[in-house]
């Protein structure tokens, strides 16, 4: 009889405690009204990222819950190749309003992805975290090609250069559209069409010229490619070599090489070296020449009769009237179609 | 037998008591969270600006290190040299005010649970409407138009639960 009651009494006691947890106990409600904001960006040598929270909590206390004893905070995770990062707010009651950013950078390397998790967290000194939000991702290094094609795209008349067409791409199939490319050169080239009284520059170089992937002469919509890159002597100068070459001892067909270089801007100016190539221009005393750029050569060109079967000297005459500029001295290697200098 | 009884009356109202005096119990209300980057369009324009220029602005004394931060955040905008010195001073004023403005209610809200967040709330869209408004005034047109193409696009990149049903 007495363990029966026991039991009996044991049991409403428990029943009645869990009634008085549940229904006395301080049961507050959180309303979560937070923010996340995460952003990366680069300047081609380092990796900036960013995470920021912002907001607050709506709270509904129960009866006899006694709020002051509570304070929240917020945290801003930066997690960047693996090196974690927290930025907190100061803590503050649970209605206040909180903000706090996180700003992290590394050193990039082209080639290298680097893992990024970004998290922003609203945290209660009593039930801890209470809202998150992550995100996060992926990011290169720098976004540099791993291979150009080139393509002759024919010889124009009108300012005596080969044109040449490229494509970049990657194996991850990248968008390379809207970054710029520059050429420099690599080290001086050589002139085997040159002698000392010809005007001709002896170890030529590039023009320093960039282009926009994405373009065709000024034209969008040229994915992943870029050009004209434009090779080739003005005609005066050919004309000259010709002419003039065999009397100083320049033997036909005589090569002008430019060691160019090719860069890519990942952001901010800041330029990526991603491959050397070899430039080449030859000139033959059959008023003949050919181009050639990273192995894709041009067929040979008769620059005599060029335009409507009108003679060397006319089309020079002609071009210079158009053009007002003075013989040229230099080979060159330009982005898009415009006058001779 | 009324010993036992009485020691489990004891006990249940001693159990009733911890229970009262236990930490709060929370419940969280489940949000909706608003992905941007799935759905940029339920980010309101002033909520992306306010997330975008407190992330962005730094305080009236920074750091190298925020500087460059900040430098290279305004390189992604596309604008030019002289429109992200602008937005630089800009910036600047808008966190003054912001800090400000939530320092003085947190200050009110600490002393008085009761304090109505949206005032607070009302007070941040108004100076970020008058920081768009500074922006629109002091940048070139195709500088502040830039800005804000960039600044919605960045929706892809914030997640809310502001105002999210």
Redesign the interface.
Known sequence: M?RA??FL??S??LL??CS??KG????????????????S???GY?I?T?V?I???A??A??P??N??A?THHVGAENKLNNVDHWTYSAN??????F?A?N?E?IVGVPGVVYSWISDGQAI?S??GS??N?S?GGGIPGCLVPSTETTADEGFSGAISRELFQQTLSDTAVDSFDNHLVQEYTVTPGTNGCWWSTSGLVQNPGTQNSHWTVGQYSGVSGYHNQWGPDEIGWDLVDLDNIVQNGSAHGIIFPCVTTIYQGMQIEC??NVWFNYRTDTLTITVDDDHTVKACRAGVCSEWVDFSYRIGGKTETQWVRIFRLDSGGSPRSSPQSVPSVREVR | ?IR??TV??L??FA??AR??N????????A?N?IDGAAHPELIPDP?AY???L???STGQNPTE??R??Q???L??TGLVDADRQMLTSVLSDFRAKYDAL?AD??AS??AD?T?D?HT?LKKLDDLVQSTRDTIGARLSAGGAAKLHAFVVS?KK???????AE
Not at chain 1, 24 to 39: A, H, K
Not at chain 1, 92 to 97: L, Q, V, W
Not at chain 2, 22 to 29: E, G, I, N, R
């Open positions: 007495n009651m026991l009494l044991g409403l006691m009645f405690n008085v947890t006395q106990g301080c049961r507050t409600v959180l309303q979560p009204e937070f923010s996340v904001y995460q952003s960006s680069g300047d380092n900036y960013s920021s912002q907001g607050y709506n709270i206390p129960g006899g819950c709020m002051s509570a503050g009651c649970p209605t206040c309003y903000s950013t700003t950078s209660c009593i039930v209470f809202w939000s995100g952001s901010a | 037998m036992y009884v489990l009356v006990s249940m159990f009733g229970a009262q236990s930490p709060p119990h929370h419940q969280l209300a949000p969270m909520t306010r997330l975008y407190v992330a962005v290190a925020e460059t931060h430098r290279a955040n390189m992604r939530v209610y947190n809200a600490k649970s304090t967040v607070l960045e990149n914030m997640k809310t639960t502001e105002g």
